[in-house]
Every structure is written in structure tokens, then in C-alpha cells.
């Protein structure tokens, strides 16, 4: 049984997930669009729901434990590895993440020849900066972009959450940063820059099978094993837009993109 979470990217990667494993054989069941994390979590725990794509910092910082400060990818699974309950297992960690970041427009970016959140030392105290009102004082917000880059921002305006105000706001350079999720489709459109994070000031939120171990055979493992091997953020950013911003089927994305990397579907 295949689980995904209400939202589209997650029902999208379920998608991939399902045809993937039908294509190797195996008889799979669609159970999409269940609810947030504390809807489907328990659902695995007791073996409901065999497989669902997930975030591993969000997982871990959820569900298993919550005072976890694991950043990294590899400290993050590993975290998740041991404190799982005995009946769940991830599986390997696709190169994708749908994580904050700090994202200028792609002509800021040029200007100040940016790539890498490392590079506004000087440059932010010119800058307002834009995000959701919490990030004003969340550990892995202002507060963390002081203590791991050590940035002082000219301002903070409150905005939305990676959504429409954020984003227009960026367009117009009333904020010349903003708190955007990698995978947000607008990304592409509007032409925006998600810049390095190389001292994971935001937590690692690769995408990973989460897996209820009886579930799950050799097959399936390897079959999901293979996609984290080939799916990556800009892979999945692509599909994103296909289904969010341009109305296309989920099946049909998912196929093509299976197909574009030599996996039978």
C-alpha cells in the first residue's frame, strides 16, 4: 500500500513510488492524499501504509524526536535510524530536497555574483528580508542565519510562507531575500535563485522512503532505492511545475520522468 501525504509534490512522488514498483512486479494499492504527517505516521507504524515518500529532518523533528537537532543529511538518517520504531525503516535518501532557503531573484544574484548564503556577510545589512512572521524568531531563522553566517539584515518584513505575498514581494524587490521551499515551482517561472546553504542553517529535508519493514521485499526496496538514486531537486522541481503551475496528470509526469531515467514503469 502506497501512502502520500495532502499536498502535491508528496501525492506526485507517491505516483512515482507506485508505478515504479508495479513496473517491477510488484501488486501495489493507492492510498494518496491521506492527511499531515500525524494522520499517516501511525498509519505505517501499524503497517496500514507500507511505503510513503517523506522528509527526513521533518520526520525526525515530528515524529520520532522532536528535540533533535541533526542537520545534516547523514546525521539526520542516522538519528532516524536509531530511534525508529523497530517496525519502520527508511530507506536511502534521494539527492531532492523541499527545504527553505534563502532565494534572491536570478538578476540580485548576478549582480552580486551570489550562489551561496555564505556570500551576504556584507551585503545584508542593505537587505530586507522576507518570510513567514515565525521566522522572525525561529532557530533556523533570523536567529540562525546570525549564528551560522553571522548576517544582520537590514530589515524583516513578515509575509506568507514560500507563498504568493513572499513571492511577489521578491518580483518587486520590496524584500531583496525571502524564505522560499526549493521545490516551489515559481522557482523556475519567476526566475529566482535558491542560494547554498553549506552550513545547513535549515535541517536536511531529503526526500526518503519511509518503509514498514514485513511490507517490504527485496524488490521493493531496490525499486525505491533506485528512484532516491535519481531523483534530485531540480528533477523534482521540474515536476513540480508540470502538475502545480501548468495542470498536467500526475501519472503522466511521474511516467515521464521514469521513463527519461531507464526506470520501467
Known amino acids: 500500500v502506497i501512502g502520500s501525504a495532502n499536498f502535491p509534490e508528496n501525492e506526485l512522488l507517491a505516483e512515482i513510488y507506485s508505478l515504479a514498483l508495479q513496473g517491477a512486479g510488484v501488486k501495489v494499492t493507492d492510498k494518496f492524499n491521506i492527511g499531515a504527517r500525524?494522520?499517516?505516521?501511525?498509519?505505517?507504524?501499524?503497517?496500514?501504509?507500507?511505503?510513503?515518500?517523506?522528509?527526513?529532518?521533518?520526520?525526525?523533528?515530528?515524529s520520532v524526536d522532536t528535540k533533535s537537532t541533526a542537520a545534516t543529511t547523514a546525521a539526520v538518517n542516522a538519528a532516524l535510524t536509531s530511534k525508529l520504531p523497530a517496525a519502520l525503516e527508511i530507506l536511502n535518501s534521494s539527492s531532492a530536497q523541499d527545504k527553505d532557503s534563502v532565494?534572491?531573484?536570478q538578476s540580485f544574484a548576478k549582480a552580486h555574483h551570489l550562489t551561496s548564503i555564505a556570500q551576504?556577510?556584507?551585503?545584508?545589512?542593505?537587505?530586507v528580508i522576507g518570510a513567514a512572521p515565525e521566522f522572525k524568531t525561529r532557530a533556523d531563522g533570523l536567529v540562525g542565519l546570525r549564528t551560522n553566517y553571522g548576517l544582520t539584515f537590514k530589515s524583516f518584513s513578515p509575509l506568507d510562507e514560500s507563498g504568493p505575498i513572499t513571492l511577489a514581494?521578491?518580483?518587486?524587490?520590496?524584500?531583496?531575500a525571502a524564505d522560499v521551499f526549493t521545490?516551489?515551482?515559481?522557482?523556475?517561472?519567476?526566475?529566482?535563485?535558491?542560494?547554498?546553504?553549506?552550513?545547513?542553517?535549515?535541517?536536511?529535508q531529503?526526500?526518503?522512503?519511509?518503509?514498514?519493514?514485513?511490507?517490504?521485499?527485496?524488490?521493493?526496496?531496490?525499486?525505491?532505492?533506485?528512484?532516491?538514486?535519481?531523483?534530485?531537486?531540480?528533477?523534482?522541481?521540474?515536476m513540480d511545475k508540470a502538475v502545480i503551475l501548468d495542470h498536467a496528470q500526475y501519472n503522466a509526469v511521474a511516467a515521464g520522468?521514469?521513463?527519461a531515467v531507464g526506470i520501467k514503469s
Do not use: R
Not at 38 to 59: D, F, Q, S
Not at 120 to 127: I, Y
Open 120 to 127: 551576504l556577510t556584507t551585503l545584508a545589512k542593505t537587505m
Open 183 to 204: 521545490t516551489t515551482p515559481q522557482i523556475i517561472t519567476d526566475n529566482l535563485v535558491a542560494l547554498a546553504d553549506p552550513k545547513f542553517n535549515f535541517a536536511a
Open 103 to 105: 532565494t534572491v531573484t
Open 169 to 176: 514581494a521578491l518580483k518587486d524587490n520590496k524584500v531583496q
Open 257 to 259: 520522468w521514469l521513463k
Open 206 to 238: 531529503n526526500v526518503t522512503p519511509l518503509v514498514y519493514k514485513k511490507g517490504a521485499n527485496s524488490t521493493v526496496v531496490n525499486t525505491l532505492n533506485e528512484i532516491s538514486a535519481k531523483l534530485t531537486t531540480a528533477g523534482l522541481l521540474a
Open 38 to 62: 500525524e494522520v499517516y505516521y501511525p498509519e505505517v507504524e501499524k503497517g496500514a501504509i507500507t511505503v510513503i515518500p517523506e522528509y527526513n529532518g521533518a520526520l525526525l523533528t515530528t
